[in-house]
């Protein structure tokens, strides 16, 4: 095989597959079909090795297994042979079929394309590889040996064998159920279509159209989508702010001078923290409970998580302030940490000019703690969008309103967007394609609000502050 590159000006190695291509030798070239022929052309006979057992490895398992799951993906089907029992003339009897599975030719199907776009990877290296070595011997270099590429590997290129593991479990427990959730949302796999008895198929849009859609009136899935919306809003927007302004206010006074026995207090509030959550919760549940202890000190019988009166607006009110008892001490101990280090000079020379403490507050305390917790205001916006526990263990999203919330959107009034989601893959009669949509508008929804909201912020803006 030539080893001659083509072409006058030394290209780059990085510019692309297509510079490889042009400016290669023929071994790289080659590469292109045959991995590892370039490596192998070179007397590096154990890469070139590996790579040529990687590609047969991927052929054996695209037309031995996947490439069969792939072709029901763009045929526009998931399966056309229901599972079931046959009657057998010859035999007068009736004999079990094994159908097709959507649901594993879906699976099967996602999993053959993350092969798929790994296997492309490896190829571009293998080509990547093949090219620096033409450059190496137009420039008189010696090529490196399959024993200095192994020493590389421990040494300097260490990053690459440790991260193999994580990557490979980002794949397998991130990625692949990711897509595999996102492609639910344009199928019908409900309790209708439950494999391997009945198979689910390809719907395009019609998911969307059904919780997007008013046309279908007050108990459709579009008008509880928006009710639970808003109401998602409205409790991240009080349990974020609530927290954050109240554990502000609890910090200036811990830390006003003249406070004694500020580390008690700050005490206090870490030994709030260390209860975990879920414990604290069921016993806020408990204590709030019909026959709770809170009705027995009262003498009363207030359903205080379970009124549906007012559109249960005495359960949201009190889910937010068990936030606030649950919150505001995490909050407390990171303003406390933020509050020490405003530079004082700020606040001599506003005591200077005569200014009051309450303008003293607006002007430079809350911008200044505004600019430097922006990030963390979003993360706990976009936490409390998907706060699962809160809720869950405190009502179970109830109380039920079948009539406000229709029964057969299986939502319930204090329900968030997270917990419908949970809710409709959990039921009797599960909808994981409506599931599926939420989870997606939830990813939107969060990803939209996070990115919008720090870019106008002055912790963006003003970056250059604060290193």
């Not at 080893?3 to 297509?18: A, M, S, T, V």
């Not at 507050?361 to 963390?376: A, E, G, H, Q, S």
């Not at 205001?377 to 109830?398: A, D, E, H, P, S």
């Not at 009034?413 to 893959?425: A, E, G, H």
Request: glycine residues 8%; charged residues 15%; contains cysteine.
């Amino acid at each position: 095989m030539s080893e001659r590159i083509e072409g006058r000006k030394k290209p780059n190695p990085y510019k692309g597959l297509f510079s490889a291509f042009r400016n290669g030798s023929n071994a790289t070239r080659l590469s292109f079909f045959v991995m590892g022929s370039g490596q192998i052309a070179r007397k590096q006979y154990a890469k070139g090795a590996l790579y040529l057992l990687l590609q047969a490895l991927f052929f054996v398992y695209l037309f031995g297994f996947g490439g069969r799951y792939l072709l029901h993906l763009f045929s526009g089907n998931l399966g056309t042979k229901v599972s079931g029992e046959q009657w057998n003339e010859s035999l007068q009897i009736f004999e079990k079929v094994v159908g097709d599975n959507s649901f594993l030719i879906l699976l099967y199907g996602v999993m053959s394309l993350v092969i798929i776009a790994v296997f492309f990877i490896v190829w571009a290296m293998n080509i990547k590889g093949s090219y620096e070595n033409d450059l190496r011997i137009r420039e008189g270099k010696k090529l490196p040996t399959f024993k200095e590429d192994l020493k590389s590997l421990a040494n300097e290129k260490l990053y690459a064998p440790l991260l193999i593991i994580p990557f490979t479990g980002l794949l397998i427990f991130t990625l692949m159920p990711l897509i595999f959730m996102i492609l639910i949302a344009f199928t019908n796999y409900d309790y209708r279509h439950q494999p391997p008895g009945k198979l689910f198929d390809w719907v395009g849009l019609e998911n969307f159209k059904a919780l997007f859609s008013l046309s279908g009136g007050t108990s459709s899935f579009a008008a509880v989508f928006f009710r639970v919306l808003a109401w998602t809003f409205i409790w991240a927007f009080f349990a974020t702010f609530t927290n954050y302004f109240l554990g502000l206010v609890i910090a200036l006074m811990i830390n006003k001078k003249g406070i004694r026995l500020k580390a008690l207090w700050r005490t206090l509030f870490v030994i709030a923290i260390a209860v975990p959550q879920f414990v604290t919760l069921l016993l806020m549940q408990k204590i709030l409970d019909g026959d709770g202890i809170l009705n027995k000190i009262l003498g009363t019988n207030i359903l205080w998580l379970g009124d549906g009166r007012y559109f249960s607006l005495l359960p949201r009110v009190m889910i937010i302030l068990v936030n606030i008892w649950i919150g505001v001490p995490y909050t407390l101990l990171m303003c406390s940490g933020i509050l020490m280090n405003i530079p004082t000079d700020y606040y001599e020379a506003a005591r200077i000019d005569g200014a009051s403490t309450v303008r003293i507050f607006f002007d430079i305390t809350l911008p200044y703690m505004l600019r430097v917790t922006t990030p963390y205001l979003i993360t706990q916006f976009v936490g409390n969008i998907n706060n699962f526990n809160i809720i869950w263990l405190l009502t179970g999203g109830g109380p039920v309103d079948n009539l406000y919330y229709g029964g057969g959107t299986q939502a319930q009034s204090t329900d968030l967007l997270v917990t419908w989601l949970y809710r409709l893959t959990t039921d009797r009669n599960p909808q994981y394609n409506i599931a599926s949509v939420i989870g997606i508008v939830i990813f939107v929804i969060s990803a939209i609000a996070s990115l919008i909201t720090f870019n106008r912020s002055a912790s963006s803006k003003r970056e250059e502050e604060f290193q």
